[in-house]
């Protein structure tokens, strides 16, 4: 059973540019300047990062132009190498992506909202550290917590009242985002001298170094590239609309970091803003002025809020998913008899989501996610290369391809080598995650093989998944995985 193809051009770039619109562009380039005291170069990894992000997602659209199945990325890893890689897919999904983000636009709320009510309430009760990262318990905590329960129980009713919520937040932070820029551009308190004093590009060898570590946090910030893979089998014309809907949102996403951090790094200079995680709060008030911040706080605390629901959304339809194929516990395959919603994996998500909640620092969670995104990211945009040494060809072309898609794994390939030598826990942290992935397949099959003999019906337990390939499935995988931002 297939699904239908409804999305024309519009709605596909409408879903891309919202996807990857997220709460990373307020938080991030902070961290960049710890990294790279220079705000040209600065900027140039915002630039490179958008590069990046078309390069990645035009390998992804390739891929999709063959198989233009629902599923995403972990249909094209299941055809060109494996199941047990597509599962790992999924299961960094499941692990990582989705529940980290979850916990990390949580936590960046909670900070922004005593920032506003009280700075001196951000404080920890209980501090401890383990393998590298510091777990605490604190206000922030409390507050980040309650809020994920919130949505979690907003989506226990139902998607009807779940995708109105958010698309009630999706157009105001769009709306404001793009308020922001015009504003700041017209009546803020920039100032491009904080440039002039810089070097327009890397001047020694340890600098481009430097720029690497700075392309990092600007990754996570533009993640949600490949969501189009994952509706392709809903995407009208998908030879032609895949391509441009990519090509046209990233453009446009990567034009709109750009501006909001040209006003964030002109706004004061940059030792002043180096290592703040709530970069975007303390720009706003040296751009507007201190009667104007608490308005830019507020939305900067709306926005987190849309990505908490968001990845709420989308993370408990993962667990779903593996659950339905037999891929994770039975028990989170189940639907609510009144609501229809996947209750009980909601459930689970809200207590692992707490989990990472405790991680004291943001960037470490940043850190963390994007070294396991880059690292299945990697491969999969290796996977139309592959397909076409299989002679499984199409009519969809990429400009500079298969230069481009080299480029993005060398890129990837030296960012993830950046992340292993500046941040070696959060990096072993990702890479345990996603080894992970190899004894939880093995257990799930196991698991899956010896339902039948416990005295469930297999087709009770399993229901068939929708058809999202041209090759004859050999072992069913989890359908559904992927990031937001």
Known sequence: MKLQRSLNLYDSISLMFSSMVGPGVFITTGYILSQIPNPNLALFCWILGGFLAVAGAMS??????????????????????????????????????????????????????????????????????????TFSMGNAQIIGISTILFFTIVNFFGIGIASRIQNFFTTFKILGLVAFVVLGL????????N??????????????GLLLAGVIPVTFSYLGWNMITYVAEEVKDPDKNIYKSVLVSCSLVTLLYVLINFLYLSSAPSHVLAGDEKIGV???????????????????????????????????????????????????????????????????????????CFVKEIESLLYLITCSTLLLATITAYTPIIFEKRHLRTEFKIPGYPYSTYLYILFNILIITSLVWSKPAEALWGLGFTLLSVPMYYYFKNSKSKLPREGFAVSEILPEAPVVSLVAEKERVPVISGNRN
């Not at 999709?64 to 599962?87: M, N, Q």
């Not at 949580?106 to 393998?131: C, H, Q, V």
């Not at 440039?195 to 481009?208: G, K, R, T």
């Open 60 to 133: 992804y659209a390739k891929s999709a132009s063959i198989f233009p199945y629902a599923g995403g990325d972990y249909v094209y890893l299941k055809e060109a190498y494996s199941p047990i890689v597509a599962f790992s897919s999924g299961w960094l999904s499941l692990s990582v992506n989705f529940s980290a983000s979850i916990s990390l636009s949580a936590i960046a709320f909670s900070k922004t909202l005593l920032s506003i009510l009280d700075p001196a309430l951000d404080f920890y009760y209980i501090e401890t550290k383990f393998l590298g990262i």
């Open 282 to 356: 303390t720009a706003s008030g040296f751009l507007f002025g201190k009667e104007v911040k608490l308005f830019v706080t507020a939305f900067i605390c709306w926005v987190f809020m849309g990505g908490i629901s968001a990845y709420i959304i989308g993370g408990s339809r993962i667990y779903f998913a593996m659950a339905r194929d037999g891929f994770f516990f039975p028990s989170m395959s189940k639907l609510h008899p009144k609501y229809h919603s996947p209750y009980k994996s909601l459930a689970f998500q809200f207590a692992y989501a707490c989990l990472f």
């Open 195 to 208: 440039f002039e004093s810089f070097s327009l590009i890397p001047s020694a060898p340890q600098e481009w």
């Open 186 to 193: 017209t009546i803020g308190n920039y100032d491009v001298g």
